[in-house]
Nanobody, 126 residues
Framework: VQLQACGGGLVQAGGSLTLSCAAS?????????LGWFRQAPGKEREFVSS????????YYADSVKGRFTIARDNAKSTVYLQMNSLKTEDTAVYFC???????????????????WGQGTVVTVSS
């Protein structure tokens, strides 16, 4: 299973970015939840958002609620994270992750996810 995260970059505070996470390999993508996490320098990896296998349930950290939106396109095996009203504290490396089979875990614990993308860097300047 490979996860390819992309879409990061440098943006001014108040701006927007859309991250993508494309899955490939031996994975029935439409059967798996997917989570986004981030890790700022010197800090632990933290939960950002997750989406259930069907897309019917979505979850957000309080720090991003109302600003970020997660969505998935199972036909493209891709999950998106639309990030609006970005703040300097959103600066981090963003990772996407998929839980182990049966793939239904969509919670906040990074230890419960098995497959991780390589990360994409988001830098928000003031």
């Amino acid at each position: 299973v490979q996860l390819q995260a992309c879409g990061g970059g440098l943006v001014q505070a108040g701006g927007s970015l859309t991250l993508s996470c494309a899955a490939s390999g031996r994975l029935s993508f439409s059967s798996y939840a997917l989570g986004w996490f981030r890790q700022a320098p010197g800090k632990e990896r933290e939960f950002v958002s997750s989406i259930s296998w069907s897309g019917g349930s979505t979850y957000y950290a309080d720090s991003v609620k109302g600003r970020f939106t997660i969505a998935r396109d199972n036909a493209k095996s891709t999950v998106y994270l639309q990030m609006n009203s970005l703040k300097t504290e959103d600066t981090a490396v963003y990772f996407c992750a998929v839980p182990p089979p049966p793939g239904d875990y969509d919670g906040v614990s990074p230890g419960r996810y098995r497959y991780w993308g390589q990360g994409t860097v988001v830098t928000v300047s003031s």
